[in-house]
């Protein structure tokens, strides 16, 4: 499967479009791209997603009308129900994603994407 990276993402989501568009400029390709509703990260890839985030909190989209139903504000939500309702409901997940053998990134914003896979590495 080459180099393991995939992404994660909503068609039509301006966020995901941008994020493609900044790939593609890039030359940076992913080996799958996924629809994040139809193909949703696995309680396996969640793990590595936490491992590359730092947790599975980056992952979770605060604008999502689900997040109060299923995330109470104020109470700690243990890791494994966490990941339970990610995997469950995968509208609470913050698009895109992506995941690659040196960690992960969610939420597009170019700058930390730019770091993230080393472009402009040596430009002055």
Do not use: C
């Not at 030359?27 to 696995?42: F, G, S, V």
Request: hydrophobic share 40%; charged share 25%; no cysteine.
């Amino acid at each position: 499967m080459g180099s393991g990276v995939t992404f994660w993402g909503r068609p039509g989501h301006v966020d995901t479009e941008d994020a493609l568009r900044f790939l593609k400029q890039n030359k940076y390709a992913a080996d799958q791209l996924l629809d994040l509703l139809r193909q949703p990260p696995t309680a396996d890839d969640l793990a590595k997603l936490a491992k590359g985030l730092g947790g599975l909190w980056p992952l979770v989209d605060p604008r999502s009308p689900d997040v109060g139903r299923l995330l109470p504000k104020g109470e700690a939500t243990p890791a494994d129900a966490l990941r339970d309702a990610l995997v469950a409901t995968p509208a609470l997940l913050r698009a895109p994603i992506l995941l690659t053998p040196k960690g992960a990134v969610a939420g597009f914003r170019e700058q930390k994407w730019r770091a993230f896979i080393d472009i402009g590495k040596g430009r002055s």
